[in-house]
C-alpha cells in the first residue's frame, strides 16, 4: 500500500512538471520566442544582470543570407555550398528550408508555424524561390 501511494506521488509530480513546462512553451510562443536552440546565423548573448538574448552573429548570419542568394540566382548547387563554407550537405539543406530565416518559426511538436520577433535575415520571395529550385531538383 505504501509503494501504490508513492507511485501515486511520483505519478502526479511527473504530470505537474509536464504541465508547467508545456504552459512555459506556450508562453514563449505568446511572446514570438524561439524555444530552443538559435539557428546557423544568430548568437545567445548571457547576461549576469538580466535575460539572455539572440542576436544575429554577423559572420555566420552573412554566410546564411550568401547561401540563399547565390543558390537562388545561380547554378550552385547544395554540394559546392557545403565545400565552400565546410558544412555538412544536410546543414545546408536544413538551412535553406528553415522559415526562421524570413521571420516564421516552425514547432515540429504542434506541427504550427508562428511569427518570432528576431531579426530576418531574407525576405520570403527569396525563400520561396530556394523551395521551387530544390523541388525542381
Known amino acids: ?33 524561439w524555444i530552443g536552440k538559435m539557428p546557423f546565423g544568430y548568437k545567445t548573448v548571457y547576461s549576469y544582470s538580466g535575460p539572455r538574448s539572440q542576436i544575429l552573429d554577423p559572420n555566420n548570419s552573412a554566410i546564411v543570407t550568401y547561401m540563399f542568394e547565390t543558390y537562388a540566382n545561380s547554378e550552385k548547387s547544395i554540394s559546392s555550398l557545403s565545400k565552400k563554407f565546410g558544412l555538412s550537405r544536410s546543414v545546408v539543406f536544413n538551412i535553406l528550408q528553415n522559415s526562421f530565416y524570413f521571420g516564421q518559426m516552425f514547432v515540429k511538436s504542434q506541427n504550427k508555424y508562428y511569427s518570432h520577433n528576431y531579426s530576418v535575415l531574407i525576405k520570403k520571395e527569396l525563400f520561396d524561390q530556394c523551395q521551387q529550385k530544390m523541388q525542381k531538383r
Open 1 to 33: 500500500m505504501q509503494f501504490a501511494l508513492m507511485e501515486a506521488v511520483a505519478r502526479q509530480r511527473s504530470q505537474s512538471i509536464s504541465d508547467n513546462v508545456k504552459r512555459y512553451i506556450q508562453s514563449k510562443l505568446k511572446k514570438c520566442e
